[in-house]
């Protein structure tokens, strides 16, 4: 089955800088890459998501990009704010609305 | 669009008894139901997935017997914990996939369940 690997565990920035997350994954066969933000005692919130048959793309201060060769995918968020700290899931999953597999998460605190 | 209510967002119960979790998809129909396990700090784990009208496929390791899952609509998928145990405290999510959310996934809000 699928396996992600996400990196780092926990990201500590400055407000203003930039901030990278990284995620591998296995199955070749995977093609919907989505990234989730998770506050406290609620549900993840899609803020961006990525199709194998794209390589980069941008909302505002997020962006995705996706290596298929590498099997790689990563977040940037540019220009970060207080209000961005939460933890980051990356996931992937295979056609056809099967399961998302996710990474373990990553903790990103903003410092104002 | 592409909303999933769940509820109870909060829910405590007493050892042995049994905990129904309910979420609805507002707007759409979800044939697909996914239900995760979220242990604190934790990422979210896969339990089971459910199709309306069908039985629920369970992953490894997750007892069919505890958690009960009911997919009768196509807008209401329910989860009941039974004879809860204070290890079964976690915050368990659903999920459905929805073309009204670009093909996405839509994620309820969560039910912390914690048992006493």
């Known amino acids: 089955g699928e396996n992600v690997e996400q990196h780092p565990s926990t990201l500590s920035v400055q407000e203003g800088d930039s901030a990278v997350i990284k995620c591998t994954y296995s199955?070749?066969?995977?093609?919907?890459f989505p990234w989730y933000k998770q506050e406290l005692g609620k549900g993840p919130q899609l803020i961006i998501d990525i199709r194998s048959n794209v390589g980069e793309k941008k909302d505002q201060r997020i962006a995705v990009t996706l290596n298929k060769t590498a099997k790689h995918f990563s977040l940037h968020i540019t220009e970060t704010q207080p209000e961005d700290s939460a933890v980051y899931f990356c996931a992937a999953s295979p056609p056809g609305y099967s399961t998302l597999t996710f990474g373990k998460g990553t903790m990103l605190l903003v410092s104002p | 669009g592409a909303v999933v209510s769940q509820h109870p967002s909060r829910v405590i119960c007493k050892s042995g008894t049994s905990v129904k979790i309910e979420c609805r998809s507002l707007d759409f129909q979800a044939t697909t139901m996914f239900w995760y396990r979220q242990f604190p700090k934790q990422s979210l784990m896969l339990m089971a997935t459910?199709?309306?009208?069908?039985?629920?496929?369970?992953e490894q390791g997750v007892e069919k017997d505890k958690f009960l899952i009911n997919h009768a609509s196509l807008t209401l998928s329910t989860l009941t914990v039974t004879s809860a145990h204070p290890e079964d405290s976690s915050f368990y999510i659903c999920?459905?996939?929805?073309?009204?959310?670009?093909?996405?996934?839509?994620f309820g809000s969560g039910t912390r369940l914690t048992v006493v």
């Open positions: 459910s199709n309306e009208g069908s039985k629920a496929t369970y």
């Open positions: 199955d070749s066969a995977s093609n919907y």
């Open positions: 999920s459905a996939p929805s073309t009204a959310a670009n093909y996405g996934y839509t």
